[in-house]
T-cell receptor
Framework: KQEVTQIPAALSVPEGENLVLNCSFT??????LQWFRQDPGKGLTSLLL?????REQTSGRLNASLDKSSGRSTLYIAASQPGDSATYLC??????????FGSGTRLLVRP | NAGVTQTPKFQVLKTGQSMTLQCAQD?????MSWYRQDPGMGLRLIHY???????DQGEVPNGYNVSRSTTEDFPLRLLSAAPSQTSVYFC???????????FGQGTRLTVV
């Protein structure tokens, strides 16, 4: 059974800092892993999708990596800004292709 | 391009009432799903569909019904609302389970 864990649950950093969010999954036979952003009271916005054949995926200041052998993915945010404050969720499919979500990391970037 | 549209955005129901949460997508996606999000529980899958006429249960299906008569629409029905169904409901769609998933803005439901 696929289980997805995100640590830490919350993170507070000063503006300008580079930071890494962690995501762990138990079933390494995944097709892909997706990172989302959720602002308070809003839906989920897709940030990056990494296919199992890829090691990294980049979009602007965001870089996501995937290491299937260790069951880990990281989301790297460069030069963080207050507008990056949100909850970040990762999701991996289980053996029936249903998305399993982590509980998220709540990020606060202080001006 | 509207993406995934959910209606209503907010709803208050009395215990025992029934209602339908609407979800529509205009991206010709085959795969659609419903999640509920509760504090401390994360996102949990209620029902999903891999195409018109095909639905299946997720992790927490009790008290909910779905049908998929068209590719575009995937409504979620609450048969007899209970306070335990107070939650935020999200609809999602993707071309297939291996591609990027897109979410609606959510329906905040309160059952009193």
């Amino acid at each position: 059974k696929q289980e997805v864990t995100q640590i830490p649950a919350a993170l507070s950093v000063p503006e300008g800092e580079n930071l890494v969010l962690n995501c762990s999954f138990t079933d390494s036979a995944i097709y892909n892993l997706q990172w989302f952003r959720q602002d308070p009271g809003k839906g989920l916005t897709s940030l990056l999708l990494i296919q199992s054949s890829q090691r990294e995926q980049t979009s602007g200041r965001l870089n996501a990596s995937l290491d299937k052998s260790s069951g880990r993915s990281t989301l790297y945010i460069a030069a963080s800004q207050p507008g990056d404050s949100a909850t970040y969720l990762c999701a991996a499919p289980d053996s029936s292709y249903k998305l399993i979500f982590g509980s998220g990391t709540r990020l606060l970037v202080r001006p | 391009n509207a993406g995934v549209t959910q209606t209503p955005k907010f709803q208050v129901l009395k215990t025992g009432q029934s209602m339908t949460l609407q979800c529509a997508q205009d991206m010709n996606h085959e795969y659609m799903s419903w999640y509920r999000q509760d504090p401390g529980m994360g996102l949990r899958l209620i029902h999903y569909s891999v195409g018109a006429g095909i639905t299946d249960q997720g992790e927490v299906p009790n008290g909910y019904n779905v049908s998929r008569s068209t590719t575009e629409d995937f409504p979620l029905r609450l048969l007899s609302a209970a306070p335990s169904q107070t939650s935020v409901y999200f609809c999602a769609s993707s071309y297939n389970p291996h591609t990027e998933a897109f979410f609606g803005q959510g329906t905040r439901l309160t059952v009193v």
